[in-house]
Antibody, heavy 117, light 112 residues
């Protein structure tokens, strides 16, 4: 069974850094793209970017380029999303998902990030 | 701002048929890229409902169907049930955004 298990909820202050994780299991982690999706409170889904863990090829949505960093550690089947300096507007639920063909077939449970002073 | 436009809401009585449109352009749906649909129940992660325009993953009831024509796609729900009350999103690929996946604006389905 394919599973994507994300790290727990985070509460941070503006300006702090953060790295959240997504651990894949039940499939060949290095053979599928993993992506990140943002959902701000009461809003829709926004595609942030993707990484291919096999060779760390990474692509970002223009809206998120330079705002976040996506990485992966294939030795532990884990993908990451990180911020160097959080803003209040980063408050959102973040989902990781596995890309199969051009669709997102498997999703993590989500990580809620709250940024507040 | 999403490049795939959906109606904010649709509603129907139990047993009725509802459709949700997803309107794109020549750089995404019209360029021949596949459209996929997701269902997001309240408080949960999205779930793949339709892939490759009209295919259902295992376990998805055949009450859900998808189609695509030109620069648009549609999701139909027949025999609407209370458990279908959720947000629905279309998704495709857009070649004009440095090559990005894009989601639709989302549609809230309400069962009356």
């Amino acid at each position: 069974e394919v599973q994507l298990v994300q790290s727990g909820a985070e509460v941070k202050k503006p300006g702090e850094s953060l790295k959240i994780s997504c651990k894949g299991s039940g499939y060949s982690f290095t053979s599928y793209w993993i992506g990140w999706v943002r959902q701000m409170p009461g809003k829709g889904l926004e595609w942030m970017g993707i990484i291919y863990p096999g060779d760390s090829d990474t692509r970002y949505s223009p809206s998120f380029q330079g705002q976040v960093t996506i990485s992966a550690d294939k030795s532990i089947s884990t993908a990451y999303l990180q911020w160097s300096s959080l803003k209040a507007s980063d408050t959102a639920m973040y989902y990781c998902a596995r890309r199969y063909s051009s669709s997102w077939g498997d999703w993590g449970q989500g990580t809620l990030v709250t940024v507040s002073s | 701002q999403s490049v795939l436009t959906q109606p904010p809401s649709v509603s129907g009585a139990p047993g009725q048929r509802v459709t949700i449109s997803c309107t794109g352009s020549s750089s995404n749906i019209g360029a021949g890229y596949d459209v996929h649909w997701y269902q997001q129940l309240p408080g949960t992660a999205p779930k793949l409902l339709i892939y490759g325009n009209s295919n259902r993953p295992s376990g998805v009831p055949d009450r859900f169907s998808g189609s695509k024509s030109g620069t648009s796609a549609s999701l139909a729900i027949t025999g609407l049930q209370a458990e279908d009350e959720a947000d629905y999103y279309c998704q495709s690929y857009d070649s004009s955004l440095s090559g990005s996946d894009v989601f639709g604006t989302g549609t809230k389905v309400t069962v009356l």
